[in-house]
C-alpha cells in the first residue's frame, strides 16, 4: 500500500509491482478515479474501512462513523462538550485537509481516577545499533514518574521501544524502514528514534537533532550521549521550547540543555492530552506544532495535526 501525507490508501501494489488498484479522494472521503482497477481491500481515506456490505458507504472511525458522501458523521462527537462552538456532526473541525482523524497519536495519557494517577505512555521504534542512546533518553522521562503533581494526580511516565531488526526489510533505507513501522502502528503511540551521521542534510548545521510529525525524531551522532535525544522526547510527547531558562526544553540549538523538567511542563502535557491540542509555537513564520495530536481522552478519536518539530 502506499499512503499520501494524510494516510489515504493511494495504491496497492503487489509483490511483483502490479498496480492493483489505485485510489483519489475528495476531502472528506469520498472515492473518485477509482476507475483504473477494481478495489482489492477495504482500507481507504486515512487508512479508515470503507464499509461497503452495508451498502451504506460509511468509513468506520471507531469512535464514529463517517458518511463521506453528506460528510458528517452519523453520531454526535463523543466529546462534543469541548469543542462547543462547532457542530457535534462535523468532521476534523471542517478542515480534513489539514487535519485527519485517525487511531495515529504518538503518545497517550491516560488517567486512572482510583490511584489518582495520569499515565503518558508511548512507544519508540529503534535500531539495536541506536539503542543505547534511545534508552537513556526514554529512561530519562520514566525516571520522573511521581515526581510530578497535577490536580492531586500523580504523574507516571511509561515510554517503551521495540527494537527493529535490520535484517526484517529489504528496503534500503533505514529511515523508511522506522518510518514504515511507525505507519503500521495501530496501538496509537508510535514514534521512532534514530541516530543519523552528522552530515545528514536532514539536519541543519545548528540543529542536534530534529523530531519530524511531531514522531519521528533523528538525533546527530556527535549528540547521541547528550540530553538532545530527551529533548526530543519531549517534543514527541507534546512540549515546545522554552526560550528563557536553560533546562531540558531550551532551544535545541543550544548546548545548554540540562536535566530540568519544569511542572507547567508536564501541565501542558496533561492539559493538550484533555483539551486535544497541541502546543505549538511560530518559527521562521511556520507554526510548529509538539507531539502529533490527538484529541483522545477515555479512547475517544479526534483528528490529529502533522507538523515538524526541531
Ligand atoms: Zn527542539
Known sequence: MTRDYRGDVRCVIDDAGTLEES?????????????????????KYTGKELDRETGLDWYDSQARMLDPATVRTTTMDPMCEKYYPMSPYLWCGGNPVKHTDKNGMDYHVECNENNREYTIKAIFYVFQDDLYSAKESIDFWNKL?????????????????SVVDHASSNNPSKTSM???????????????YQIVADTDKRLKSEQNGKTI????????????????GAHEIGHAIGLVH????????????????NNQVFHDEILQIINNAKAGKPSFEKKDNEFNYAGKILIFFDNNIHFVVNDKYI
Open 178 to 192: 522506522l518510518r514504515y513501522k511507525v505507519d503500521n502502528d495501530d496501538s496509537g503511540m508510535a514514534n521512532s
Open 213 to 228: 510529525d511531531g514522531k519521528k525524531i533523528l538525533v546527530r551522532d556527535s549528540q547521541s550521549k547528550t540530553m538532545t
Open 242 to 257: 522554552n526560550r528563557s531558562v536553560h533546562a531540558l526544553m531550551y532551544e535545541c540549538s543550544s548546548e545548554r540543555l
Open 23 to 43: 485510489t483519489s479522494y475528495y476531502p472528506y472521503g469520498m472515492p473518485h478515479g477509482t476507475g483504473l482497477v477494481a478495489s482489492v481491500q477495504p482500507y
Open 145 to 161: 514518574s511521581g515526581q510530578y503533581r497535577i490536580n492531586d494526580y500523580y504523574v507516571k511516565f511509561d515510554l517503551s521501544y
